[in-house]
């Protein structure tokens, strides 16, 4: 089942997914509005957790589509 739903590679996706969101959060929130009163060490605590949950959430997006796909294909 894992392989059929290429679940390593939509994790890839997902993850891939997932950082992006952060860096541009970051970039969004504290690069382009000038600076942040938080220490770096905490705002990159932060984009790691949003990196992860976000990829998380990517990935299952993914792997239920490649469901989807792979059940119509097998009707």
Do not use: C, N
Not at 23 to 44: C, E, I, N, Q
Not at 62 to 69: H, I, K, P
Request: net charge positive; hydrophobic share 55%; no cysteine.
């Amino acid at each position: 089942m894992i392989r059929a739903l290429d679940v390593r590679t939509q994790a890839k996706r997902g993850f891939l997914v997932g950082v992006l969101v952060a860096v541009g959060t970051y970039w969004l929130f504290v690069v382009a509005s000038g600076g942040s009163p938080y220490s770096t060490a905490y705002l990159v605590a932060l984009a790691a957790v949003l990196a992860f949950t976000f990829g998380l959430l990517a990935t299952l997006a993914f792997t239920v589509v490649s469901a989807y796909r792979l059940s119509q294909r097998l009707e």
